[in-house]
């Protein structure tokens, strides 16, 4: 509710009070005395007037500087209001999909620490295996040697020539130990004809 201000006329109240006081001059008694503060009261009551008016010419602008702080206040409330709406929205999404990337990493994580504990029990089956491959191998390799096939023949063929030789010239056992090479490598080339039939 505001209120009206009325100003005093410039020069009234001094007036009064020059009036009042040359009143108290020509009466004497209590009547002067009661002019004298009448015109005090007058005086001091229109210093209050005229401050209380300043004061309030303050206070409205003081209230209009207020309002528009306020209503300044009030917009950058509603874009703040509007910002942290949109923040809290992102930051759902955010904590959603970070929970769906959580949750897809664990099944995933799952996934190949089974496929990693599957690979060790192959790796161990595997070396276990291959130890045994190894150890099969090394005890083959102490007692077979490692021959190509066609040196093979080639021996072969030798054996037989040298068969034919020692028999021309009648020598039985010479000629009896290069048949029995012969036939040595005869078994060994059948065996690895059946070998890579199978």
């Known amino acids: 509710m505001s209120a009206t201000v009325v100003p005093l006329p410039p020069n009234s109240s001094s007036e009064t009070i020059d009036f009042l006081r040359r009143m108290a001059s020509m009466v004497s008694g209590r009547n002067g005395e009661m002019l004298l503060r009448a015109a005090s009261l007058i005086q001091s ?14 206070t409205q602008e003081e209230s209009k500087r207020n309002t528009v702080l306020r209503e300044a206040a009030e917009l950058a409330t509603d874009a703040m209001i ?15 999909a970070a929970a769906a990337d959580r949750t897809a990493f664990n099944d995933e994580r799952g996934k190949l620490l089974c496929l990693m504990q599957d690979a060790e ?8 295996e291959l130890e045994t491959l190894r150890a099969s191998v090394d005890s083959f390799n102490d007692t077979v040697v490692s021959v190509p096939i066609e040196a093979l023949r080639l021996a072969r063929t030798q ?6 030789g020692f028999a021309g010239k009648g020598d039985v056992i010479s000629q009896a130990m290069s048949e029995i090479g012969g036939f040595a490598i005869d078994q060994a080339l059948a065996a690895k004809k059946t070998a890579d039939s199978a």
């Open 45 to 58: 009551l229109s210093q209050r007037a005229m401050s209380a008016e300043r004061l309030f010419h303050e």
């Open 82 to 96: 509007g910002q942290i709406e949109m923040l809290r929205a992102q930051l759902t999404e955010v904590t959603a």
């Open 121 to 128: 029990t192959h790796i161990g089956k595997l070396t276990t």
């Open 159 to 164: 054996f037989e020539y040298l068969s034919n």
